[in-house]
């Protein structure tokens, strides 16, 4: 899973330190079919079997390079991380951890043997870190890390820019292009995959995410700086870009942001690239009043043709829509809007042309019950009906994701505090398609479920027949 997709910090970080004129090697282990198993676990009373997927770390000579850099973003693959560390660690290898993993939980890559891990989302840390471990600067410039002594060093501040990372040379970008895209299956023009975070950081507070923790606000890429990352990712060859921001119109909170969408999104046509919104969109920034409390929620027509309007070759190929609880809507998170509203924004997103779409939702959360999800799923199959009716080849797929506990996050404290969680097994805890959390009205299993029953029921029973959560099988 996700081994051959675009490798989005890789191209951040790689060219931030060559700028800073070190050498950098990108030593890739997915890039391998090889499999080794690292481990068991149990869940719903089924002994599961933990796979690494790609070349061994064992195989990884420590001293190959002056310092070693690993980067983990995902709790789920934190034992493989530790254990990584561990090796290069016990052959004398000099090791910085950066990532959103580390940046929330520093302790477990302190305690596996790391030498610094990064606390500084914004890349303001990164060069002074490496520069430390190679020799090369005092440790008096360190900042936004945790050492391995224990100690630690504020973040910067103001934070890095996304505006101030420098740009990647095309021949950086290459090797980092995919050829899988996580929401779905892409046909072959639209590959290899590139990928450009053309900002950073969020003005929401979702209680579930780990973003409002890096403490930088929103900051995002001018118009002609999203254009030069766009630029190398053409150049080095790719015919679609995921564009991964936390939160890509924050920008139309600002004086004349709303013209900055509409010229990036016209920059992506002009270089003939096909946009994926893989990582989520918030529709309600794209109403008429910006998703402002109170503010008009009628769909602008214009953005809404910019963002998710498809001719077969640019625009919009795939989104991603975070509908998390649509029942619920404001009531649940802010940034939702309620059904009615929803629903006209979604039927404006099909209009425009857009040709797949995933639905995401969230199950399990801490009062839901049977009836609960019951009746969001009516909805959903109430949205496929009413989308699939504006156009019918319209790809429509529910994505069913089940809580869990990120490192940091005020849901993950509520968890702890409620006793919700029937595990503590990073590999299920990190993972969507494990649910790991009980409802004050039901079990895990009983999420598990109605995971399954979303699945089966909307994307097709044939999906779930594919394996056992029939939604890997989409990846
Ligand atoms: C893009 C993204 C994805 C993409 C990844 C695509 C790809 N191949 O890159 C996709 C959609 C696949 C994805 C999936 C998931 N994601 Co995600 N994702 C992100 C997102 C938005 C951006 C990651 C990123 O590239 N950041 C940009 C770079 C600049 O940040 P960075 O990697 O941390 O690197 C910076 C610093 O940390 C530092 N750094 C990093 N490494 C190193 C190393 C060294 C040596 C140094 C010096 C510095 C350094 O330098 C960089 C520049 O500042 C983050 C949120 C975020 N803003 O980071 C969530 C995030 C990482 N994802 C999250 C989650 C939960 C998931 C999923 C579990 C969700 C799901 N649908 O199943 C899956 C799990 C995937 C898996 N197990 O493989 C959570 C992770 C929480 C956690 N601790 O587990 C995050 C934090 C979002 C959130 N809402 O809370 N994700
Ligand atoms: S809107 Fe998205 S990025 Fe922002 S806090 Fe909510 S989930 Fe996180």
């Not at 979702?206 to 999203?226: I, N, V, W």
């Not at 040709?355 to 049977?370: A, C, H």
Request: some cysteine; hydrophobic content about 40%; overall charge negative.
């Amino acid at each position: 899973m996700r081994r051959t997709e675009p490798l989005a910090s890789k191209q951040i970080l790689s060219a931030h330190l060559m700028d800073a004129g070190f050498e950098v090697t990108l030593v890739n282990l997915k890039d391998s079919e090889r499999e080794s198993e690292f481990g068991t676990t149990t869940w719903r009373g089924r002994r599961l079997t933990k796979v690494a997927v790609g070349a061994s770390w064992r195989d990884l000579d420590p001293r190959r390079f002056d310092v070693w850099g690993v980067t983990i973003n995902y709790l789920q693959e934190r034992e493989i991380a530790c254990a990584v560390i561990e090796h290069l660690k016990a052959g004398g290898g000099r090791v910085a951890v950066g990532g959103s993993d580390a940046f929330a939980e520093p302790e477990p890559y302190l305690k596996a043997g790391a030498d610094l891990v990064i606390r500084d989302k914004s890349g303001a840390a990164n060069v002074a870190a490496i520069g430390w471990l190679a020799g090369t600067s005092e440790a008096a410039g360190l900042t936004g890390v945790a050492l391995a002594d224990g100690s630690a060093r504020p973040a910067r501040r103001p934070p890095m820019s996304p505006q101030d990372w420098p740009v990647p040379d095309p021949s950086v970008v290459a090797p980092t292009l995919g050829m899988e895209y996580w929401e779905a299956p892409l046909p072959p023009e639209l590959k290899p995959i590139g990928v450009s975070m053309l900002d950073l950081g969020c003005d929401r507070h979702c209680d579930f995410c780990e973003t409002p923790t890096y403490r930088l606000g929103y900051k995002a890429m001018t118009p002609e700086r999203a254009e030069e990352w766009l630029t190398a990712q053409r150049d080095a060859g790719a015919r679609s870009v995921i564009i991964l921001s936390d939160q890509f119109l924050g920008r139309i909170l600002w004086p004349g942001g709303r013209e900055k969408i509409l010229e990036i999104m016209a920059t992506a046509r002009r270089l003939g690239l096909a946009v994926l919104w893989g990582n989520g969109i918030e529709i309600n920034k794209a109403t008429l009043g910006r998703g402002r409390r109170g503010g008009d929620r009628t769909p602008d027509e214009e953005l809404v043709s910019a963002l998710w309007g498809w001719d077969g070759e640019v625009g919009c190929a795939q989104v991603y829509v975070p509908a998390e609880r649509p029942s619920t809507g404001p009531g649940s998170y802010e940034k939702l809007l309620p059904w009615r509203e929803h629903c006209t924004m979604m039927e404006a997103i099909a209009r425009a042309g857009v040709p797949d779409i995933n639905y995401g939702v969230i199950v399990g959360l801490p009062d839901d019950t049977d009836e609960e999800l019951a009746r969001t799923l009516e909805l959903v199959h109430d949205m496929k009906s009413r989308l699939t009716s504006i156009n019918p080849a319209l790809k429509f797929r529910v994505m069913p994701f089940a809580l869990r506990p990120l490192p940091g996050t005020p849901q993950s404290h509520e968890l702890h505090r409620q006793k919700l969680l029937r595990f503590d097994d990073p590999a299920i805890l990190g993972g969507f398609w494990t649910a790991c959390a009980d409802t004050h009205h039901m079990s895990y299993a009983q999420v598990a479920d109605w995971q399954s029953r979303y699945i089966e029921e909307i994307n097709g029973a044939e999906t779930v027949a594919k394996n056992w959560q029939g939604v890997t099988a989409m990846y």
